[in-house]
């Protein structure tokens, strides 16, 4: 099976979350659905913004190290922006459905009932949940190796702007945002399907 393609399993997954989540306890509106609206409006913006790199003549233009770096940090502009908003969403319906995530707060735990409360978790916190709720092709969205290469400048690039991690290995970085993009686009293309993002842009009718 293709990695890079969600599962009829997942995606039915994707739209019993969306539906059961609005009626049962209506957690989408009000304050978290405009949060959601800003948030998706800000990494839409972002990340098309990021699309545009390749067809941007002043990168072309540059020698292949500087070049190599900029892919770099694209990649980790697209994914804590356009990846990490999805992935707070696919979040925020499973706990609409019932599922706890916690944070700490003083000296004690918190249930994350806000879309700002997700602000207080790590990303791997997240991908975890995802995954533990059979929704791992969410989270797959980020490479978090790469991720975490990339903002602990864990990498060298060599003058003909090969990319290579601590451990030596060779990173395509060309392969890795094309798969970013193919796993942004099933999880959009799904939302898009149930009407999710249409609610979130205040469009919809309330259920």
């Known amino acids: 099976m293709n990695d890079n393609i969600i599962s009829t399993e997942e995606k039915n997954?994707?739209?019993?979350?969306?539906?059961?989540?609005?009626?049962?306890?209506?957690?989408?509106?009000?304050?978290?659905?405009?949060?959601?609206?800003?948030?998706?409006?800000?990494?839409?913006?972002?990340?098309?913004?990021?699309?545009?790199?390749?067809?941007?003549?002043?990168?072309?233009?540059?020698?292949?190290?500087?070049?190599?770096?900029?892919?770099?940090?694209?990649?980790?502009g697209l994914v804590e922006g356009l990846g990490v908003t999805l992935i707070d969403i696919t979040s925020l319906l499973l706990i609409a459905n019932r599922n706890d995530m916690h944070f700490r707060k003083g000296g004690g735990m918190m249930h994350v009932s806000r879309f700002k409360d997700l602000h207080r978790l790590n990303l791997l916190y997240k991908l975890v949940f995802l995954d533990a709720h059979k929704l791992g092709f969410v989270s797959k969205i980020v490479n978090r190796d790469l991720r975490n290469m990339i903002a602990h400048l864990s990498f060298t690039i060599t003058e003909d702007g090969t990319i290579r991690d601590s451990g030596n290995i060779e990173i395509n970085i060309d392969a890795e945002i094309e798969a970013f993009w193919t796993r942004v686009g099933e999880v959009i293309g799904t939302f898009e399907e149930r009407g999710l993002l249409r609610f979130i842009r205040q469009e919809g009718v309330k259920p």
Request: charge should be positive; hydrophobic fraction near 50%; charged fraction near 25%.
């Open 13 to 76: 997954r994707l739209a019993v979350l969306f539906t059961s989540g609005l009626v049962n306890l209506d957690i989408l509106w009000d304050e978290n659905r405009k949060a959601l609206a800003d948030a998706w409006e800000k990494a839409q913006k972002t990340s098309e913004a990021l699309k545009d790199m390749k067809s941007v003549n002043a990168l072309h233009d540059l020698s292949p190290a500087p070049r190599a770096y900029a892919k770099l940090f694209a990649y980790l």
